[in-house]
T-cell receptor
Framework: AQSVTQPDIHITVSEGASLELRCNYS??????LFWYVQSPGQGLQLLLK??????LVQGIKGFEAEFKRSQSSFNLRKPSVHWSDAAEYFC???????????FGTGTRLTIIP | DVKVTQSSRYLVKRTGEKVFLECVQD?????MFWYRQDPGLGLRLIYF???????EKGDIPEGYSVSREKKERFSLILESASTNQTSMYLC????????????FGDGTRLSIL
């Protein structure tokens, strides 16, 4: 069965600093991988996705993620965070055989001035 | 832009009541999903539907049922609500197949007293 681990429950970053959120997955074949963001009181919004091809994926709001098969990782990065990036971030893996997504437990990001 | 609308943002019900959570999407998506979100557990799939009148169990279907009589509408039913079903419920939809990104509603925060 597929699984996703987000090892960091909560991360605090200064505004303007760089950010990396970690995601490790377990899946037998090439996975579909996603990052979603959830602002307080809102549903989830897609930041970016990886299906195949180039392992560095660009998303919205200046985010990018890199798929590393050898490390079973799909870490999310941003070179300079803004106060509006404070939110909860979820990594998810999709199963080629059906439409189910398995989500990680999320990482809450706090931005300090 | 895809719109997934959940009928209530907040709902308070009593133990033993039958509870209906409604979700409507406006993009003619084949697939619809119901998740519950709990702190520290991320999103867990309750049920999903890949066509009208079709449904499949997710990871935590116990105590829930669903109905999809029309393509745009997917209802989650708590047959006899219990306090351990107090949670945030999120509906999502996507265009099948092959794990296209899911679009989420803003969620219903359900409290069972």
């Amino acid at each position: 069965a597929q699984s996703v681990t987000q090892p960091d429950i909560h991360i605090t970053v200064s505004e303007g600093a760089s950010l990396e959120l970690r995601c490790n997955y377990s899946y037998g074949a090439t996975p579909y991988l996603f990052w979603y963001v959830q602002s307080p009181g809102q549903g989830l919004q897609l930041l970016l996705k990886y299906f195949s091809g180039d392992t560095l994926v660009q998303g919205i709001k200046g985010f990018e993620a890199e798929f590393k098969r050898s490390q079973s990782s799909f870490n999310l990065r941003k070179p300079s965070v803004h106060w509006s990036d404070a939110a909860e971030y979820f990594c998810a893996v999709g199963d080629f055989g059906n439409e189910k997504l398995t989500f990680g437990t999320g990482t809450r990001l706090t931005i300090i001035p | 832009d895809v719109k997934v609308t959940q009928s209530s943002r907040y709902l308070v019900k009593r133990t033993g009541e039958k509870v209906f959570l409604e979700c409507v999407q406006d993009m003619d998506h084949e697939n619809m999903f119901w998740y519950r979100q709990d702190p520290g557990l991320g999103l867990r799939l309750i049920y999903f539907s890949y066509d009208v009148k079709m449904k499949e169990k997710g990871d935590i279907p116990e105590g829930y049922s669903v109905s999809r009589e029309k393509k745009e509408r997917f209802s989650l039913i708590l047959e006899s609500a219990s306090t351990n079903q107090t949670s945030m419920y999120l509906c999502a939809s996507n265009a099948g197949p092959f794990n296209q990104p899911q679009h989420f509603g803003d969620g219903t925060r359900l409290s069972i007293l």
